[in-house]
């Protein structure tokens, strides 16, 4: 178990401490869940009234929030409570599963295949030809990473994951449990005879920049002629699907459920709400948001916020529900 103090956590999240508590701290909890000896955190004023029930040692507070901490406990104030527990967190983490020996003696690894310094491949992976593995890369149980994929420095993938052959890989990445990388692009056309489909084959490939994170269950198909890239720092959550040829700029973001079509192309700093759905072909310009939920049919102006199906500016389509709503009572 780990242990810090309050001026330990001070110093760590570089906050002001305001009470008294002499508690050692062992644990970040809910502020409703929470027990002596844990720290907790109020974002914002509407937590303030569960304050007074919660049994946390210390609480982690915005400070421009007006609130006394009490007899026998303390608050630490900073600028920005998120990125502050998202600092604790980081050093509350628990080991990851460790390895007995660097490299499995069940894993299946070619001959051809590189292996950086510090690589680490669990049980009854499968490595193939030409694949390249940078330093300090974590390859956990029955992954399957195929011929002349590349993989960069401390690149983390999880159980499960499969890595089709020619994906580029970068730095820092992590895959959560059963990743697809790579598998075939969605792509048929009715034979000339009309009493059948012709698979269209996909001969592109994957790739993905440093410091790119996706969620478990979450698939990204290769390209049908090129590739389908996602930019550096792109957060992808669990159970999306990105399509053949797709293009995110940098540190795009992919709530859960979420889906992009064929070619569909993100810049940089776009969010895509959970559940909502990009049309074949459309592009959403840098730092544009698509509401949880909603259809995007066409090209989405850099900035801008939609929502609805079909999606449209949020101010907009606010205005739509309201008269809606009017012509409903009346």
């Not at 009470?19 to 502020?31: L, S």
């Not at 982690?60 to 604790?88: H, Q, R, S, T, W």
């Not at 007995?100 to 001959?111: F, G, L, S, Y």
């Amino acid at each position: 178990m780990k242990l810090f103090t309050a001026q330990e956590i001070v110093k760590l999240i570089n906050g002001k401490l305001i009470g008294n508590c002499n508690d050692q701290i062992n644990a970040p909890e809910q502020i409703e869940k929470a027990v002596k000896g844990n720290i907790t955190f109020i974002g914002s004023s509407k937590y303030v009234k569960l304050w007074k029930d919660s049994n946390a040692s210390i609480a982690v507070v915005y400070e421009n929030i007006k609130i006394e901490p009490g007899e026998g406990k303390a608050f630490i104030k900073v600028k920005n409570a998120d990125l502050a527990m998202a600092v604790l967190l980081e050093a509350f983490e628990p080991k990851s599963p460790s390895f007995e020996k660097e490299i499995h003696p069940t894993a299946v690894i070619d001959k051809t295949a590189i292996l950086g310094v510090g690589c680490k491949i669990g049980a009854n992976t499968y490595i193939g030809k030409n694949v390249v593995l940078g330093d300090g890369v974590t390859i956990y149980p029955n992954v399957s990473i195929f011929d002349d994929t590349t993989i960069g420095n401390e690149t983390i993938v999880w159980s499960g994951t499969v890595i089709r052959e020619r994906s580029k890989i970068g730095s820092h990445c992590i895959f959560h449990l059963n990743v697809s990388i790579g598998a075939d692009g969605f792509g048929y056309r009715p034979s000339n005879d009309g009493r059948g489909l012709v698979k269209i084959i996909h001969i592109g490939n994957v790739v993905i920049g440093n410091g790119v994170e996706i969620g478990a269950n979450s698939c990204v198909d290769r390209g049908k002629f090129s590739s389908t890239i996602l930019g550096d720092g792109c957060k992808i959550d669990n159970l999306v699907q990105i399509g053949h040829n797709s293009v995110l700029g940098r540190c795009c973001i992919m709530a859960g459920s979420s889906g992009l079509a064929g070619s569909v192309t993100l810049g940089d700093g776009v969010i895509i709400g959970g559940s909502a759905s990009i049309k074949d072909h459309v592009t959403i310009h840098s730092g544009a948001k698509v509401g949880a939920g909603s259809g995007v049919i066409a090209d989405v102006a850099a900035g801008k916020t939609v929502v609805g199906y079909p999606a449209c500016d949020s101010r907009e389509k606010m205005k739509q529900w309201v008269a809606l709503r009017k012509l409903g009572r009346n």
